[in-house]
């Protein structure tokens, strides 16, 4: 099982970046996928989440209406598009799949939101 994400880096506030996850070795179009993030000195949080069939969406309250995640069942990608970006937005993210009752995560990618 391989899960890379992709696109992170350096951002200004109110800027946008938007991550990729490439998934590979489980059947992606039975897992729910999703993206959560971990801070300095924070503890890791769940940031999105899409249903296998894409219809159901879930956003942690602090990214609602910056944040948007897609999927792509032919591709077997997940894509978090991150828009109006804040300093607190600064985390190492992580790409993660749930299938039945078990999970997988990607190695992350890190996220910096500064001037």
């Known amino acids: 099982v391989q899960l890379v994400e992709s696109g992170g880096g350096l951002a200004q506030p109110g800027g946008s970046l938007r991550l990729s996850c490439a998934a590979s070795?489980?059947?992606?179009?039975?897992?729910?996928m999703g993206w959560a993030r971990q801070g300095p000195g924070k503890e890791r949080e769940f940031v999105a989440a899409?249903?296998?069939?894409?219809?159901?969406?879930y956003y942690v309250d602090s990214v609602k209406g910056r944040f948007t995640i897609s999927r792509d069942n032919h591709l077997k990608t997940v894509t978090l598009q991150m828009n109006s970006l804040k300093p607190e937005d600064t985390a190492v993210y992580y790409c993660?799949?749930?299938?039945?009752?078990?999970?997988?995560w990607g190695q992350g990618t890190q996220v910096t939101v500064s001037s």
């Open positions: 070795g489980f059947t992606f179009s039975s897992a729910d």
């Open positions: 899409i249903s296998w069939s894409g219809r159901e969406e």
């Open positions: 993660y799949g749930k299938e039945s009752d078990v999970e997988y």
